[in-house]
């Protein structure tokens, strides 16, 4: 799996995209998608549901969950953070009636 600055830098670039064009198609500022790209920032939860909303892209919210979930591991174990992580995910897909097309998780340009 590539990084977060990967991924969004590359998107960025095939579809041809400044970062300020990427930002409003986002809805947040150009800043914050610079420090991702620059690896200075991670995608947070919020950037990663606006991501999925617009473009059908849930390897940034499979990311920021399992960030903010993984201090809980050792409570629960890896195996029952990721199933929380797949049931979020598939409830907010069920939310958007979305159909997650699997060939777009985890590409890395």
């Known amino acids: 799996m590539c990084s977060d600055a990967d991924f969004l830098r590359g998107y960025r670039k095939q579809n041809d995209l400044t970062q300020t064009e990427l930002a409003e198609s986002f809805g947040v500022d150009q800043g914050r998608i610079s420090g991702v790209e620059r690896g ?14 617009r473009r059908g892209h849930y390897q940034f919210m499979r990311r920021a969950l399992e960030r903010l979930l993984r201090p809980c591991a050792a ?12 049931r979020w995910i598939a409830g907010h897909k069920e939310e958007r009636g979305d159909a997650e097309d699997p060939a777009r998780d985890g590409i890395c340009f």
Do not use: H, N, W, Y
């Open 40 to 53: 200075k920032r991670p995608v947070s939860l919020q950037m990663a549901a606006r991501i999925a909303d």
């Open 75 to 86: 409570v629960f174990g890896d195996g029952e953070i990721a199933a929380t992580i797949e």
